[in-house]
């Protein structure tokens, strides 16, 4: 069975830049299963920052950015603002139909 | 703009059934695969069942497979989720999404699935 591991907090103090990963037991990440990020706060539904490795959604401001470092899946926050605050869920299509979603990091400004 | 609203969630006991639903505007809906993803309490996001474009090929969880069933509408551009033998581990906020992929990712409101005696 198949595992995505995300580190399960995180803080960055406001301004500051952060870096989440996101490792797949099974290997290295790549993008042919197009990782994904999501941010979720608290009462709302999930809202895709990133797709398809490193493209941004509408919208959103380009101090979001998604990469593969080394063999995992990464988002970088740069000039963190305290409305960052949130869990974060990266994402991975596995083929076949099956997705797969990380534990989900939560991120602390302060 | 692209809306996605989930209805169908309910209180409801072990055993029991329960549907839900989700109406989707602003995009072709028959383009694209929809899924259901929930988040269960003190837990995170879990994906639970995909359906293709045509509705030809569906896709399950281990946790819901043989229980919950998937389906769509295409000429009322609906998803929907049948949900049998209910368990309190299903207890969750239900999410409606066109999963993010090559393509944007787009989700509803959620709808909250409460199985309790």
């Known amino acids: 069975q198949t595992v995505v591991t995300q580190e399960p907090s995180f803080s960055v103090s406001p301004g500051g830049t952060v870096t989440l990963t996101c490792t797949l037991s099974?290997?290295?990440?790549?993008?042919?299963?197009?990782p994904s990020w999501s941010q979720q706060t608290p009462g709302q539904p999930p809202r895709t920052l990133i797709y398809?490795?490193?493209t941004r959604s509408s919208g959103v401001p380009d101090r979001f950015s998604g990469s593969i470092l080394g063999s995992k899946a990464a988002l970088t926050i740069a000039g963190a603002q305290a409305d960052d605050e949130s869990d974060y869920y990266c994402?991975?299509?596995?083929?076949?139909?099956?997705?797969?979603f990380g534990g989900g990091t939560k991120l602390t400004v302060l | 703009e692209v809306e996605l609203l989930e209805s169908g969630g309910d209180l409801e006991q072990p055993g029991k059934s329960l549907r839900l639903a989700c109406g989707v505007s602003g995009l072709t809906f028959s383009d694209y695969a929809m899924s259901w993803v929930r988040r269960s309490p003190g837990k995170g996001l879990e994906w639970v069942s995909s359906?293709?474009?045509?509705?030809?090929?569906?896709y399950y969880a281990d946790a819901v497979k043989g229980r919950f069933t998937i389906s769509r509408d295409n000429s009322k551009n609906t998803v929907y989720l049948q949900m049998n033998s209910l368990r309190g581990e299903d207890t969750a906020i239900y999410y409606c999404?066109?999963?993010?992929?090559?393509?944007?990712?787009?989700w509803g409101q959620g709808t909250l699935v409460n199985v309790s005696s």
């Open positions: 999404a066109k999963l993010p992929g090559s393509s944007p990712g787009y």
């Open positions: 398809n490795t490193n």
């Open positions: 359906i293709s474009g045509t509705g030809d090929a569906t």
């Open positions: 994402m991975f299509y596995m083929g076949n139909g099956f997705s797969l």
């Open positions: 099974s290997g290295s990440v790549s993008t042919t299963y197009r």
